[in-house]
């Protein structure tokens, strides 16, 4: 198993920035393709960026595409999600998740960390 933790929210002003991190101990890192998700109150938990094993393979939601960009340093077993031109709409609890590269689904899940744009 991997285990996650996600740092890095607060509360920012709408067209401004923050760094969501991830750290992951356990098994070996590489083993896992990383993802980011969101979930705002009220709403389902969705899809936010995503990243291949080696790092050579990222995927956005249309809606932070351009805005967000999603890293990992397999040597230090972090995955990062730098947030720029923040919105309110960006507002929700972020979680950092893994699955392991054989598998499709998404299951090791972090605590969640707050992020709060105001306008």
């Known amino acids: 198993q991997v285990q996650l933790v996600e740092s890095g929210g607060g509360l920012v002003q709408a067209g401004g920035s923050l760094r969501l991190s991830c750290a992951a101990s356990g098994r070996t890192f590489s083993s896992y393709a990383m993802g980011w998700f969101r979930q705002a109150p009220g709403k389902e938990r969705k899809f936010v960026a995503g990243?291949?094993?080696?790092?050579?393979?990222?995927s956005y939601a249309d809606s932070v595409k351009g805005r967000f960009t999603i890293s990992r340093d397999n040597a230090k077993n972090t995955v990062s999600l730098q947030m720029n031109g923040l919105k309110p709409e960006d507002t929700a609890v972020y979680y950092c998740a893994a699955r392991l590269r054989i598998d499709t689904a998404y299951r090791y899940w972090g605590q969640g960390t707050q992020v709060t744009v105001s306008s």
């Open positions: 990243i291949n094993w080696s790092g050579g393979s990222t």
